[in-house]
């Protein structure tokens, strides 16, 4: 029996502009982009799946864009209803979550050995062997969900799943873009939002970009040898079959358990994933920019375009679309993903940052920033000298010189680091907006070498504050740790003098 047809029923989670939250089929979300805000989830994960699922949508229903031109023409007149409807006809049948033949996104002849909690799509729950903090679902005897959820955290275990060593059919591997910090620039509306992401894809790369509904599902058998092939494009990178799922609907159409194991592995090749930004790893080639604790805005010029080319694709797309409509321009980019300790994932995320407006002009403000960025590292060296210096003379209480791992852990539970980065944060987000303000550089150096000193004074000062009601130990380390702190200090305030405008003498 056939139920749940994606392209009709409601699943997909949208705002209005008016604050109106509401969920919409396939077909409703493409047809009225231009009415809805945004696409919003308590998932970050879901987000950036969901976006990329009716990005593969619009690459097959569009046959393109295949070039600039293409694309700007796209821009100006809107999204095509009548191509995405007819598209839409044409493949319905393999759009039913539930189906014999086709279900979506699923291997309908996949009996497993054990059927599992559905809570295994989705990273936001507990695992069968792990507890996420927080969560209390009982995986053996779980509540169900809705098909509208079920959808929507397949996709998002697609998109995202990591290797996790052996399943029932074939050993597991990691999603094409897994571990990435994905890039979204926001338009005033969901239609400039996807129409940024369409990055143009080679005319002949996209004859053979077959997203997941246009493949027929893999055999059992097939699945037990553990393929392996590369991507054929875009639509098929954005809707891979990381993991063989098999949903068993209940009567009344909910979902509790399913059939979870091994997919296809995505071989290597030279493609890249319009949405990652890339660096250079001397042993290892290109790889993408990742979510780490340091937090991404510390490596935020590497999400802006330069001559490397190793920027997001669809940031350099949504600049150029917007060249000739500056009022369209994405004022914020969004920058979804997770980051993982091998099987482990450790946390998943979404963060906001303003997309400065000197990037619609010909300026290049990436090495401005990566400079300004650099500062702030090279300032926390100092910090961290300090720092060392009052762990190592508290640890050794002057009468033997500790094992540097032993420092090292102190300076680690120690507050005035992290600190300084979390006010750094802070006055980055103050930064970024200066750069749409059109200020001169030179003011936007010394805002940033002000806040760089700042963050370093406040940090040190509540350390301080906490050693001051201490042994004599203690504040003899921190009288010996402030030297090359002041040092540093002294540096700043010397630029930040240089930077200064020079007063006019007033003409008698």
């Not at 303000?437 to 963050?455: G, N, Y």
Request: glycine residues 4%.
């Amino acid at each position: 029996m056939s139920r749940f047809n994606l392209i009709d029923e409601a699943w997909i989670p949208v705002r209005f502009p008016d604050g109106r939250r509401d969920e919409l089929g396939i077909r409703d979300t493409l047809l009225r982009a231009r009415e809805i805000t945004a696409i919003e989830d308590p998932s970050p994960l879901v987000v950036a799946a969901l976006h990329r699922f009716l990005l593969a949508l619009l690459y097959r229903a569009l046959e393109g864009p295949t070039d600039k031109e293409q694309a700007k023409v796209l821009f100006r007149e809107g999204l095509p209803g009548e191509k995405i409807e007819a598209y839409l006809d044409k493949w319905r049948e393999r759009f039913w979550l539930f189906h014999e033949a086709w279900p979506f996104g699923q291997i309908p002849g996949f009996e497993p050995k054990e059927w599992r909690a559905w809570t295994a799509l989705a990273a936001e729950f507990n695992a069968d062997t792990a507890k996420v903090l927080f969560d209390h679902v009982d995986v053996q005897s779980p509540e169900d969900i809705p098909p509208s959820s079920a959808a929507r955290w397949l996709l998002a275990t697609q998109t995202f799943s990591v290797s996790c060593g052996k399943s029932e059919l074939s050993h597991t591997k990691s999603a094409p873009s897994a571990t990435g910090a994905m890039i979204l620039p926001l338009g005033r509306d969901l239609q400039d939002t996807l129409l940024f992401a369409l990055v143009p894809e080679n005319r002949f790369a996209l004859s053979e970009d077959l997203p997941l509904w246009e493949r027929d599902p893999e055999p059992t058998e097939s699945l037990r040898k553990g393929p392996s092939r590369p991507a054929g494009g875009i639509a098929d990178r954005y809707t891979w079959r990381t993991r063989s799922i098999r949903l068993a609907p209940e009567s009344s159409g909910r979902v509790c358990r399913l059939a979870f194991a091994s997919g296809v592995d995505c071989a290597p090749g030279d493609d890249r994933d319009p949405m990652l930004g890339y660096r250079v790893d001397e042993k290892n080639g290109r790889l993408p920019i990742q979510f780490r604790e340091r937090g991404i805005w510390r490596d935020f010029d590497s999400l802006l375009p330069d001559d490397s080319k190793l920027s997001p694709q669809v940031v350099e797309h949504a600049i150029e679309l917007t060249r000739t409509f500056p009022d369209r321009f994405p004022r914020v980019t969004l920058v979804l993903g997770q980051a993982n300790d091998k099987a482990k994932i450790e946390f998943w995320r979404m963060e906001r940052f303003e997309l400065p407006s000197a990037l619609a002009g010909e300026e290049d403000i990436r090495k401005e920033i990566h400079s300004l960025l650099n500062r702030a590292e090279d300032t926390q060296k100092a910090l961290w000298k300090a720092c060392a210096s009052f762990a190592r003379d508290l640890v050794s209480r002057g009468t033997r010189d500790p094992d540097k791992k032993d420092t090292r852990a102190f300076v680690e539970q120690m507050v005035p680091i992290p600190l300084y980065w979390s006010i750094l944060e802070a006055r980055f987000h103050e930064l970024l907006h200066a750069y749409t303000l059109d200020k001169p550089e030179r003011e936007i150096t010394l805002q940033w070498f002000e806040a760089v000193r700042d963050a370093l004074n406040q940090a040190w000062e509540q350390h301080r504050a906490s050693v001051s009601t201490g042994d004599a130990w203690a504040i003899r380390a921190l009288v010996k740790a402030e030297g090359p702190l002041r040092k540093e200090l002294d540096e700043l305030s010397q630029q930040i003098t240089n930077l200064k405008p020079v007063p006019q003498k007033e003409e008698a």
